[in-house]
């Protein structure tokens, strides 16, 4: 069992729906012997977001804070939408001279994405996709295989993920683990928060997005250069598109052969990352190195921060 931690619960998108779920999560975390921090967020909204554009900033600018403790853990209550609102106000230098090397792991996905991004732009900071509290740590069901991968991204130095899915062409290549949320990383190419990786593994997801409306967004990254510059990409979750009899075959599987052959990628598919139930931990902006090929794939992670 992992030591006790202080975690901290942010909320930069949307407020917690399910008020029950959130109040589940930070009984199991305090019954594991954590300190959490941020019962308050549980009730604070403003319209369809966790608070004002300025509450959910200061929510992540009070890190910056050199007179305030820092906690082990920054949790995401959920995602939904809003980051992108409070990209112009949070503390970028204040928070790279605070957290640049230090022992703290900011986590959450989907609209997270959007921080995630910014932060490793703008500060030079090394975040994690992975779980958020209402939708994960609060499930009826707690995820015994995301919380493992939870604490072991957290506390190992260096770790593996790995699938035994067959992989269509062999690969072996290292690079700067990135990625999450595909309709965030498109919304923010071109923007100053999306950062300039060069030899990149992209590792993406999505959820209620049509196979063409992935294509779309696939395409963007391609036009505006992005995947040109990136070794690989890891395929995620993509859960929830519906089709039509007026697609006429075109599906999610003959969509990412289209990808295949614009982008000149090799393409790894069976992680599992996004909206379902389990989910591994990443660190975005660490360095990897993908193996994949018959006997399926595996990720070795190392040089992202490690709580002590």
């Known amino acids: 069992m992992t030591r006790s931690r202080t975690i901290e619960i942010v ?4 407020y917690p729906p399910d008020v029950p779920a959130f109040e589940r999560a930070v009984a ?8 959490v921090l941020g019962d308050e967020l549980a009730q604070r909204r403003h319209l369809r977001f966790g608070g004002t554009d300025a509450e959910r900033a200061n929510d992540l600018n009070r890190l910056a804070d050199p007179d305030r403790p820092l906690p082990d853990i920054v949790l995401a209550v959920r995602g939904g939408y809003g980051a992108v609102r ?12 605070r957290l640049s090397g230090a022992p703290i792991a900011i986590c959450g996905h989907s609209d997270f994405t959007a921080i995630q991004l910014a932060l490793y732009a703008r500060a030079g900071l090394v975040t994690f996709g992975g779980p958020m509290l209402a ?4 499930a009826p069901e707690l995820s015994g295989f995301t919380t493992e991968h939870f604490w072991r991204a957290l506390e190992s130095p260096e770790f593996t993920v790995s699938e035994t899915l067959a992989q269509p062409g062999s690969i072996d290549v290292e690079g700067t683990l990135w990625g999450g949320n ?3 990383i498109a919304a923010l190419a ?3 928060y999306m950062p300039r990786i060069d030899g990149g593994i992209l ?3 999505d959820i209620n997005e049509h196979p063409y409306r992935l294509e779309r967004m696939l395409y963007q990254l391609h036009l505006a250069g992005i995947l040109a510059r990136q070794r690989a990409l890891v395929l995620g979750d993509f859960t929830g598109g519906k089709l039509s009899p007026y697609d006429n075959g075109y599906d999610f599987a003959t969509m990412l052969e289209q990808v295949r052959a614009f982008s000149g990628l090799p393409i790894v598919q069976g992680l599992r990352f996004g909206h379902g139930a389990d989910l591994v931990t ?5 360095q990897a190195r993908l193996r994949a090929g018959r006997d399926g794939f595996a990720l070795t992670v190392n040089g992202h921060p490690t709580l002590r």
Do not use: C, K, V, W
């Open 11 to 14: 909320a930069p998108s949307g």
């Open 28 to 35: 199991r975390l305090r019954a594991d012997g954590h300190r």
């Open 86 to 97: 409070i990209l112009d106000s949070l503390d970028y230098e204040g928070l790279s001279h």
């Open 135 to 138: 939708g994960n740590f609060g």
């Open 182 to 184: 595909l309709a965030m």
């Open 190 to 192: 071109g923007t100053p």
């Open 203 to 205: 590792f993406l997801e």
């Open 282 to 286: 990443l660190p975005f902006g660490a």
